[in-house]
């Protein structure tokens, strides 16, 4: 899971901006399901999805 954050000191008289990203990709489960596109993400897909790293990922 990738996380990407950008925090900066606030000056004085000056606005402070923040920007968060959040890559929820591997939050798939492992049941296929019709109307996702998560083949890759089940036990027989491309990146041979499993239960066990499924809680991993969770956890």
Known sequence: MYD???FQK???GSRLNTISFYNL???F?????PNTLDDD???KGRKKWSLRRY?????
């Open 55 to 59: 809680k991993k990922k969770v956890v």
């Open 29 to 33: 489960d492992t049941i296929d399901d």
């Open 41 to 43: 993400f089940t036990p």
């Open 25 to 27: 990709e591997n939050l």
């Open 4 to 6: 990407f954050f950008i």
């Open 10 to 12: 606030k000056k004085k």
